[in-house]
């Protein structure tokens, strides 16, 4: 296998081209929207109007009635033939379904579901039912659903949290004794989500004369066919998932079992394919697919020379009404619940609440993202108090590169870094100290203008003991991923892969190890998406994982199949395995070049002639590999320590932006990242990802809110409201690189496709706060609205 | 209402079909030309994902009536393509740039894109924000799109524009 790092790689590391592009600039990817087979049925959903309601009655006669109605479908018929669709928490009382049974917990939940000749016609179908409502008050805030007389969102839970938990690792109480100084804060990372282009869609088929449903989706979860099985209550090998579907986008957030429930339900009803494709306001509203929404309340307790000892954390997260694998995201951050720094101990105490919101989801950097924007909020503050550089506060804190690997008192040891290094290259890359005057002179004019600093660490690699900390029940410590190279009579190579992508360059990722490995041009190399009944053991293009997990995958397939062409060559040219040599697919007699097998004779020798193979070696030339998640495996020890994620790779961020006085809007002026993902595996890919993220995260930072009246009415229900960022607002973001690889994965690589969202809302409040403090001015909460900061200029203008 | 008969140039193609009233030109080209590289992402007016040339200017095709589009010239990404199906420049572009993830917004921005330098064949940055600025993208963060654009623009002028 290639040494990490080594300097004489051939096709990693090096640009060449995404091999997915060319299908999606000419218009020819396969979307889930694009799979429409004959004799498809349409589904339209009528959402509730109200956050909370008895629903006392349904009358789907005159919608029935309508010409070209298929099925209507109210959640009790549902109820009756599906089971609870599955949820990371063991909450047994807080039952989620594709359509609600009895009662409606937030406005947009769906109440019934029309299937159609077209969706036209299941559109105005949902005009003709009428469905009678008891409304009753709803609960919106977290913080009074706590308390003991508020409205109860699952009455059968007997309260509205869903989970409360702490954790103490190392000695706090003595640390915070100790501190010469200790500071408190509260800071909100409002509700928002990743919000893809494409909304999430699925078309369902059941096949009667396979008994087999077969799904296309636009999905990006773990286990979901075993979650389809689980509703539908039909075995595991009945579900058939299409992973050559292109997704139009993810990060995270395309969750969709209750619509594919609720489709796969509705196909074997009428024996027709179904399709169910959410319109935007059905997925802002009422998809099920918000982020973390989370409020912060910490200590902080560090020295006179800035070094930070201890913290105390509490994190409330409001995961809405239904929770699915939503509060999971108050336990992944434990595995650098530390950030980059060397603090000594932590008190930790998450809690989830539900609320008459539409649902959580997983986002992107799956809940490290406001745990990261707390984190640089509380290392800023501690600079603020001090007087010290921001910058400085960062050099004193940060794990050293001769400290690896280091063990945060979480237990999770990060496997390597440099994070003086980098940071000293994002000073370079902005012109720290011009970037600085710049900021000065513009406020001699006159402008608010801050420069913000914040870093960020991105577990990569995935494993999944932090469900074990949150529920025991939850006994899984594998999170593997399985690639199979094969190679045909005429010697081309194909890889099969087991899962759909959404835009990572998964194809070229194995194309390239493999083209590594093998010594081919990774043009020539195809990489398919299996059907998961075809497919390997495989979850899915989560915990940016899959430069580790694939790559891993796809390196050690190519090493097994390597091993079998040698056999066969060291067998028909009568040499011992350590006499030859391979190159490029010919295998050499080291002693003499003149004898040697090529790549075409050896596969077909592999193909055709049994008689020239070694005994003991079965025909034909393929291999799978299995690749489990480097480290960890284990469960928590009685301190709950345990090796959570494996790979760490880091980055640190630098914008500049003024905030008009007037009318509190912040235009971004500049913005600089350096960052280190060990071995980079595509160069455009990664720059891709760090900057798409950071695009993201200015997103949150800045625009995107997902509002509730404080009566629970969702105002946030088409792209007017829920503002995502366009090319006007996202500045051009230069970024450098640092390369300390790993000493875990194939080639060094860790994880990439979530630093910039974990970094951008961080580094952004933090130009907001470096803009405000000449005011005397600050502001902890996300996004932070032109409204709010014009209203707090105004409110608190100390000049 | 019922459907109406139809005629428009597609893609350099007269093609005729009947529409209802109601159904919008994106998901005509979509369903009923099958021309499925134009995508669907709000269907009111904001993403850009839809984006189609209409007589020779992007607009959004899912504020535009199939009726409407009688008589009218359209081009979709499948459009931009060289007779042969292979990629056009801006779509080489595209792809040398990594000017794309998902691929989902692509369509629209890669019309955007060629309508503006069909009008301006070497824009400026502004030139081009200005031009992509009704083209969401989650995936990029923008920085290789305007990379793509600047690199069309290039080839553009080497092709004589
Ligand atoms: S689908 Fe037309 S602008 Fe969004
Ligand atoms: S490439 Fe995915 S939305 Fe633009």
């Given at each position: 296998m290639s040494e990490p790092g080594r300097s004489n790689l051939v096709h990693i590391s090096r640009k060449r081209r995404v091999k997915e592009d060319k299908r999606f600039v000419s218009g020819t990817g396969c979307y889930v929207q694009d799979v429409v087979p004959a004799g498809t049925k349409h589904v339209a959903v009528l959402p509730s109007p109200y956050p909370r309601a008895r629903i006392l009655s349904i009358d789907l006669e005159r919608a029935v009635a309508l010409d070209g109605v298929n099925a209507v479908v109210t959640g009790e018929e549902l109820a009756e033939h599906t089971a609870p669709l599955p949820q990371g928490?063991?909450?047994?009382?807080v039952v989620w379904r594709p359509l609600a049974v009895g009662m409606a917990r937030y406005a947009g939940e769906w109440v019934v579901a029309v299937a159609a000749d077209s969706v036209h016609i299941a559109e105005d179908a949902l005009d003709l039912i009428e469905v009678e409502y008891d409304p009753l008050p709803a609960i919106i805030d977290p913080e009074l659903a706590m308390s003991e007389d508020a409205p109860l969102v699952h009455p059968e839970h007997g309260s509205n949290i869903l989970y409360s938990g702490v954790f103490t690792w190392g000695p706090v109480a003595e640390d915070f004794e100790a501190a010469d100084h200790q500071l408190t804060f509260r800071a909100r990372w409002g509700r928002s989500s990743t919000v893809p282009i494409e909304t999430f869609g699925v078309l369902a088929a059941w096949r009667e004369g396979t008994d087999t449903l077969e799904i296309w989706a636009s999905i990006q979860m773990p286990k979901y066919a075993e979650q389809i099985a689980h509703a539908l209550r039909i075995p595991l090998n009945s579900v058939n998932v299409h992973n050559d579907v292109d997704v139009g986008g993810a990060y995270g957030v395309k969750r969709g079992i209750k619509h594919t429930v609720l489709a796969g339900y509705l196909s074997r009803k009428l024996g027709a394919p179904v399709r169910l494709i959410e319109d935007r306001l059905v997925n802002l509203a009422g998809g099920d697919a918000h982020g973390p929404d989370r409020i912060f309340d910490t200590e902080v307790a560090f020295t006179k020379e800035g070094i930070i000892t201890s913290l105390k954390i509490r994190a409330i997260d409001d995961a809405g009404a239904y929770p699915g694998r939503g509060p999971y995201q108050l336990a992944k951050p434990i595995t650098a619940i530390t950030g980059p720094y060397r603090i000594n101990s932590v008190h930790y105490e998450a809690i989830s609440i539900t609320t008459n919101k539409t649902g959580q989801v997983p986002v992107r950097g799956f809940g490290q993202a406001p745990t990261n924007f707390m984190l640089e909020t509380a290392v800023d503050k501690v600079a603020m108090q001090l007087g010290i550089d921001r910058l400085e506060v960062r050099r004193r804190n940060f794990i050293r590169s001769d400290e690896f690997p280091y063990t945060i008192p979480s237990g999770t040891a990060y496997d390597s870094g440099d994070y003086h290094a980098v940071l000293e290259k994002l000073l370079d890359l902005a012109d720290y100290d011009g970037l600085i005057q710049t900021r000065d002179q513009r406020r001699s004019e006159g402008m608010l203008a801050g420069v913000g600093i914040a870093t960020c660490l991105e577990p990569s690699g995935g494993n999944t003991m932090f469900e074990y900390l949150m529920n025991p029940a939850a006994e899984i410590t594998t999170f593997m991923e399985a690639c199979q190279v094969r190679v045909d009579a005429q010697g081309g190579i194909t890889a099969i892969m087991g899962t759909s992508g959404a835009g990572q360059g998964h194809e070229t990722l194995v194309a390239t190890i493999l083209g590594e490995e093998l010594e081919f041009d990774p043009e020539d190399i195809r990489v398919i998406h299996a059907d998961s009944l075809a497919g390997l053991p495989t979850l899915a293009p989560v915990a940016s994982r899959m430069a580790i997990m694939l790559g891993g995958a796809a390196a050690g397939a190519a090493q097994k199949l390597k091993d079998r062409v040698m056999r066969i060559a060291a067998h028909n040219l009568g040499i011992p395995i350590t006499g030859l040599e391979y190159s490029g697919g010919t295998v050499f007699d080291r002693a003499d070049h003149a004898r040697k097998l090529s790549w075409q004779e050896i596969c077909f020798i592999a193909h055709n002639q049994i008689h020239k193979i070694p005994e003991g070696l079965e025909p034909g030339l393929q291999a799978i590999h299995v690749f489990q998640v480097p480290g960890g495996g284990q469960l928590p020890d009685d301190q709950n320590r345990v090796q959570l994620y494996p790979c760490f790779a880091f980055q640190a961020h630098i914008p500049l932006i003024e905030i008009d006085p007037g009318t509190g809007k912040v235009t971004i002026v500049a913005y600089f990242i350096a960052h280190d993902c060990g071995t980079i595996i595509n160069p455009d890919i990664v720059r891709g990802m760090v900057i798409g993220g950071v695009a993201q995260g200015i997103g949150v930072a800045l625009y995107e809110k997902f509002a509730y009246t404080p009566d629970g009415q969702f105002i946030s229900g088409t792209f007017a409201d829920y503002v995502l960022p366009s090319v006007f607002e996202i500045p051009y973001v230069q970024v450098t690189e640092h390369c300390t690889p790993s000493p875990l994965t194939s080639h060094g690589q860790k994880g990439t496709g979530e630093g910039g969202y974990l970094g951008a809302p961080a580094a952004i409040a933090s130009a907001v706060n470096d803009a405000l403090a000449p005011r005397g001015l600050s502001l902890h909460e996300l996004p932070m609205a032109m409204a709010d900061i014009e209203e707090l200029l105004n409110g608190g203008d100390s000049i | 209402m019922k459907p109406r008969k139809i005629t428009l140039e597609v893609n350099g193609r007269v093609r005729s079909a009947t529409a209802e009233p109601r159904l919008t030109l994106l998901d005509f080209l979509r369903y009923a030309l099958n021309l499925t590289g134009t995508h669907m992402g709000c269907e009111h007016g904001v993403c850009g994902a839809c984006t189609v040339m209409f007589d020779g200017l992007a607009v959004r095709s899912c504020l535009i009536y199939a009726v409407q589009a009688d008589g009218h010239d359209v081009t979709t990404v499948e459009g931009l393509c060289n007779g042969d199906g292979t990629p056009g420049p801006i779509q080489e572009a595209f792809q040398d740039a990594h000017g794309l993830q998902c691929g989902y917004c692509t369509p629209g921005m890669l019309i955007s894109a060629q309508a503006l330098l069909q009008s301006t064949p070497d824009p400026s940055d502004d030139e081009i924000r200005e031009a992509l600025g009704g083209n969401l993208c989650r995936c990029t963060g923008y920085a290789q799109i305007i990379d793509a654009v600047r690199l069309a623009a290039v080839s553009f002028q080497g092709a004589g524009g």
């Open positions: 928490l063991n909450l047994p009382n | -």
